[in-house]
């Protein structure tokens, strides 16, 4: 039989068949050997052991169109990133990693920034303006308002989708929204840390109503892993290349070179200034990393 993780924990991997059934599984010990761990949404091939109890044996992870490392999934159709506008405020160093790192594994992505009735229109007009200048498909608005769902669902509908994002920002409540039965806890804030309480301890698969699936995924409070070299991330930031001809040199980072059009173009405002502050920002952390 075939079918799809829909969650992992404790050793068990439940897998949901193509006629809507789920079995609780252990995976193969070969998968330990071969250094192979199941993932959420993987297609796996399973082994009936006791049809009554509904149990079974993973025998073989399917080939993957895709993988998530941190947090974990396999075989998305999407990304939604989800960042809070307000309480707690959104750190755009890591929405860049995030951004960075989805790019480099040719997986779209949608930025949901929550939240917007914390914040107030200008903030929200500023982050939009400035992802959507990057090329990404960026909404702002309040989850718990008016039309939200409708709002979300229509960008997820018939899709996979990956959903992640920092503790607090409200991805249980988007979970409950379009998925009505997941029934994920929502947390508050963490007024001693500042942050958001993680209320999702595991990855997991819900279904949307109107089709597709949502991969919801534990909170972070960073993204360290970033893939990508530090010289590579200029050619990853795509406001960037009208400019880049412009130049002085050929093989400029954009950094502190003189005649270097990028950084000009940031200081005039050609190029959002948040942006250019990231790659600079991500830039000197690579480097750093690359020394230890």
Known sequence: MEGRIRKGIG?????????????????????????????????????????????????????????????????VDQAMLVFALASPDPNPVIIDRFLLELQNRDIPCILVFNKKDLA??????????????????AVALSAKAEGAADTLRSLIR???????????????????????????ETGGISKKLGRGKNTT????????EGGGYICDTPGFTSFDALSLDAEELKD?????????????????????????????????????????????NIYTEQKERKRY
Not at 12 to 36: P, Q
Not at 56 to 63: A, D, H, Q, T
Not at 129 to 135: E, H, I, K, P
Not at 245 to 255: G, I, K, P, V
């Open 11 to 75: 050793g068990f991997y439940y897998v949901e068949t193509e006629d809507g059934e789920i079995y609780s599984c252990r995976a193969r010990g070969l998968f330990r050997k071969d250094g192979v761990k199941p993932l959420v949404g993987d297609r796996v091939r399973m082994q009936l052991i006791d049809e009554e109890a509904k149990e079974g044996s993973v025998l073989e992870v399917l080939p993957r169109s895709n993988s998530m490392i941190r947090p974990e999934a396999a075989n």
């Open 120 to 137: 107030g229109d200008e903030k929200a007009e500023e982050f939009l303006a400035a992802y959507r200048a990057a090329g990404a498909e």
């Open 158 to 184: 018939g899709r996979v989708t990956w959903l992640a994002g920092p503790s607090g920002v409200g991805k249980s409540t988007i979970v409950n929204l379009l998925c009505p039965g997941a029934f994920a």
């Open 201 to 208: 301890r595991h990855s997991e698969l819900f279904p949307v």
């Open 236 to 280: 990853h930031y795509p406001e960037f290349l009208p400019f880049t001809d412009a130049c002085r040199f050929r093989n400029c980072r954009h950094l502190d070179e003189p005649g270097c059009a990028v950084r000009e173009a940031a200081e005039s405002g050609e190029i959002p200034l948040l942006r250019y502050r990231n790659y600079c």
